[in-house]
């Protein structure tokens, strides 16, 4: 009969994870550096090339989610202190910060918060990073799948367990049973998102491993007939009593 795994076990088993998937997905953006950076060298350019900068930025800016996310796997619960968060100013500033990779990837980036919310219990940078990292994943992918309309839009709705903040698009392969799949598989294969992802997806579970500092997830959900991906998240308790 197996033995369960301790606490510690699981968070050491969770930081190997994260961190071939890190390995994988970050040779990408290295990989598109060199090439920018030899045709520039071959065509003798002056001019700076600008999507060199928004691939290394959007890289860098994974790489702290992910330090984050380890920190979270290996040190004890409550590293995040709650806080109550604005969605409407996260989804904000996550589109501001998704916004130059979109325009590389030629993805439309939209921004709806229908109503207004009260503030949820969260950690405002924790849930940004999370976000974000999910959005880079997700604009990486949508221009592989071939849809006709490359469109990602940041939203936030209620549901009976409590308010969604997440990412939608057109695209039906973001099911459960996928999440599900990945995240049985990364760290383990090189394309846990089978049929959504070409690549490992690292940010999807950079920010479900943020999330979970937060007492929360990643889950699938549908809004407006779009399919997304998000985060449930509890209003704080405080703010309602004022």
């Not at 040190?75 to 202190?81: N, S």
């Amino acid at each position: 009969m197996q033995r369960p795994q301790s606490d510690e076990q699981h968070a050491n088993i969770l930081s190997e994870h994260l961190l071939l998937s890190m390995a994988e997905q970050i040779k990408l953006p290295l990989l598109q550096i060199a090439r920018q950076a030899e045709l520039g060298r071959l065509t003798s350019s002056t001019q700076p090339l600008p999507n060199i900068q928004v691939i290394a930025d959007s890289a860098l800016k994974l790489l702290d989610s992910y330090v984050m996310g380890v920190q979270l796997a290996t040190q004890e619960a409550g590293f995040f202190e709650s806080e109550p968060v604005s969605i409407s100013s996260v989804l904000y500033d996550t589109a501001a910060e998704l916004a130059p990779l979109a325009k590389a990837y030629d993805v439309r980036i939209d921004l709806q918060v229908d109503g207004k919310y009260a503030p949820v219990t969260a950690n405002r940078r924790g849930l940004q990073a999370a976000l974000t990292s999910l959005g880079f994943a997700l604009i990486e992918s949508l221009p592989a799948l071939e849809m006709p309309q490359l469109r990602l839009q940041l939203s936030a709705h209620r549901c009976r367990y409590g308010i969604v903040a997440g990412l939608y698009s057109n695209v039906p392969q973001l099911t459960t049973d996928t999440l599900r799949q990945g995240r049985r598989l990364y760290g383990r294969a090189r394309q846990p998102l089978t049929g959504l992802a070409p690549g490992s997806a690292a940010g999807v579970f950079v920010a479900d491993a943020l999330l979970h500092g937060m007492n929360s997830e990643l889950t699938v959900s549908k809004h407006r007939k779009l399919y997304g991906i998000g985060a449930i998240l509890q209003p704080n308790p405080q703010m309602q009593l004022v």
